[in-house]
């Protein structure tokens, strides 16, 4: 992933970001489907054949519900939905 600036700390460039991001989808009782989201991005730089990460300038975004929220996060909500379902069906799980 990258960021949509690059991140200087320290007068070095981390130009991209490492990932954690943990999703957790759920039924209501009126068969409606919300879900948890928790994403980590964490400030990476590749320099001279080295990986440093920065514990500065993390982004951490929790979701609780995906109820109201902004229409950039149910598009990319959506989108993730959808991979993850075309993998579920090439897997044939």
């Known amino acids: 992933m ?3 600036q690059p991140i200087v700390i320290d007068g070095k460039v981390y130009d991209l970001y ?9 039924y209501k009782g009126d068969g409606t489907e919300d ?5 980590r991005l964490i400030p990476t730089r590749v320099a001279d054949g080295q990986v440093e990460t920065t ?7 929790a979701l609780g519900t995906l109820e109201g929220d902004d229409t950039i996060t149910q598009t990319a909500v959506a989108t ?3 991979a993850l ?7 044939g799980l």
Request: proline share 3%; charged share 20%; no cysteine.
């Open 85 to 91: 379902q075309t993998y579920i069906n090439e897997k």
């Open 2 to 4: 990258t960021p949509s």
């Open 18 to 26: 490492s990932m954690n991001l943990a999703v957790t989808s759920f």
């Open 55 to 61: 514990e500065f300038e993390i982004k951490d975004i």
């Open 80 to 82: 993730i939905k959808q």
């Open 35 to 39: 879900a948890n989201i928790a994403m």
